[in-house]
């Protein structure tokens, strides 16, 4: 699982940074750049509960994710002589939502690794995260000493092929203990149930909104470094900066998981997201920019932490998985929402885009505050 990790977020370590400035280098203006990031993820939403269906009618959950990602690298080969706004939306579409329905999959192998053998979920993700830095400095580093922005294709191209080789490295859960991993699962509880938890509509509206906020740094951050002269390098080294300092956290929280609160978590990641976005502003140099990378540790990194907490600690095991799920779909619609009026808001408004982001951490923020539900567990 480690080693799937390892080459199978390679791929976000390229596509988060470069992807934006490969559909700008094709001629896509910023709103449609946006209407392309967003896509994906309102077919993500529509595509998760499709692709666990299939995972679970699959022989097994390696099958389903040798199909799903091959799928994805196939349609990939086509992206590249798509012509317009309309095919390269189309074909990007279509292959980075097959590729991204095998990520649920390929976590529920991990977690029944988890529950069936006692193994380490962190340890496996791990990997992942270092990869993910790998591949932002390395990507990085060979468009700006080797190759131009067309490059960015083939090196997608070639960490697509990567999560699909180390896709063959899976393990198949013995068929035993997969029938009694079902059998323990426990029956699915409504919808209703787990959004009436006044606990959980906090977490999930407050920190939905704080997480959505990032959306105008996903979709332009690299094309505005790239217009204040930052090399592909040191964009590489941005992101790969921001995402060293979200592994230092989770490491420091883990390590004292009871005396940490999820909301007290969550509100740090609102705040640090507010000073974030305002920080545009100012129009910082690469050094100042490397500090305010470091920001995402808390912007990010605790507001997720906080969601995973505050589900663990306060919603009842019968409705986890219910909640979880919830959890995805309401946060990825708010980041897709998000991602669409980024391209507007960057085409009319400039640098002044990111700053405008403060406004959904802040509702997330006032969320959380005035509705601050009580510490016990309600019955």
Known sequence: MAVFYAGYLSVTGVHLPFFPVWLEYRGLTPTEIAICLSVPMFMRVVA?????HFADRAPNRRFAIRILVGVGVFLWLFADLATGFWPILLVTV??????GMALPAAEALTLTGVRQFGLHYGRMRLYGSASFIAANVGSGLLLTHFFGPGAIYWLLLGVL??????????????RAIRARDNAER???????????????VAVLVGAGLIQASHSQLYNFGSIYWQSRGFSAGEIGTLWAVGTAAEIVLFAVVGAAPKRVDALMLISAGGIAAIVRWLLFLLEPGLGPTFFMQLLHALSFGATFIG????????????IT??????????????MAVASLLSGLLYERLGVYAFAVMAI????GLL???????????PA
């Open 186 to 200: 426990p029956e699915p509880v409504s919808a209703r149930a787990v959004l009436g938890h006044p606990v959980f």
């Open 307 to 318: 969601v995973q907490k505050a589900i663990t600690d306060r919603v009842p095991d019968e």
């Open 48 to 52: 998760t509960p499709i692709g666990a």
């Open 321 to 334: 998985a219910s909640a979880q799920g919830l959890n995805i779909i309401v946060t990825g619609g708010s």
């Open 161 to 174: 092929i990567l999560s699909l080789a180390v896709s063959i490295t899976l393990p198949v859960t013995p």
């Open 367 to 377: 969320f959380l505050v005035a509705w601050r539900p009580p510490r016990a567990t």
């Open 94 to 99: 279509a292959a980075f939502t097959f590729w």
């Open 360 to 363: 959904p951490a802040a509702a």
